[in-house]
């Protein structure tokens, strides 16, 4: 029984009326994160503002230029290893990607992969689900119960921030048939516009 | 004298990370997540302070007290936490777009009616998201999370006539907002 007075009982029962869910192997996914120990971001606290940010990183910059001391190699490769989540929907969080990327930058080399041993990364027992060169493409396979998994927001190309996301289509419960990553830009005003072109 | 210090349950050997978050998140995960939902503009930002809510909850499960708090209680004003946090370094996005409600759960059965809940829905978070702040927390833990008014006293540490006040005053609000 509603507990709002008479005059807003609509608009009580409509909001009453809303729930929104989870994707279903989001809490495996979580109790994989929680495992393994993984921290959750850091509370952010008021800082100097994003001028003041820029103009010190320019002044760092300059300086490190003048002096003639590269700054960060951000050309050579990095190795990103991230397990386990629901990859293939078999609806266990047994799946891992390794990928190897630019830093920040393109993917060079990708693996979906089945955690056979329970390593937590790539392993020769593994059994490997998918794997992709440079550019993502559609693995040949049928459409039908064609299914995309996301999994947002990681650290999946070196970079740094979690700000990535993988993207999976596959057909449950063993079959990988596209990956990719992408960007999650934090200021888009929905989803529909808020990553990157798919890496 | 040293105090001594009385072992806190929830860190004992049979209460691992991974078994505590799977607990938490299966007795409380889809509240807290429908909760922040009504709050954020698309699934992708509710999932990541989810996961953040269980995250931060493990890790700081050896300060949990079961006789001060429920376990939904505490975790709800951790969530309040992350989204307040959240909230104040993001800028607002009043528009909720129809593309990003696919979280939505709906038992309306055919296409059609599910589009039109879908419109209606995102007409009520878009009205939702001009009201002050404290409206919308409010609003969200009410309606977002099927908590009652006495729940929602609790996380907020009210008194619920209180809470009661200012949910209709935010029901007020929010009418003028939607009326044509």
Known sequence: MSEAPEDFRDLDRSLRAIRFEPPASFGAELAGRAARGEAPRPPRRPGPGRALLATAALVAGGAAVALGRPIISRSLPVTIDRCCYDLDGGGAADDGVRIVAKRDAEVRRLWVYEDRDGSRDLSPPDVVRLRRGAAPSLAEGGSAGLIALRRCCLDFDGGGPDDDGLLVIGVPPDRVLMAAIYERRARAPDAAHSHSRLR | MPIPVRANPLRSATAPPEGLCREWYESHGAGIYSYLRFQLPSAAVAEDLTADVFLRAVRAADRFDPNRASARTWLFRIARNVLRDYLRHERRHPHVSLGALDDLRSQAPSPEERLLWKEEVARLLAAVATLPASDQEIIGLRYGSELDTGD?????????????????????????????
Do not use: F, S
Request: net charge positive.
């Open chain 2, 152 to 180: 929602v006293a609790q996380i907020l540490g009210l008194r619920e006539p209180a809470v009661r006040t200012r949910l209709w005053r935010a029901l007020g609000r929010l009418r003028r907002v939607l009326a044509p």
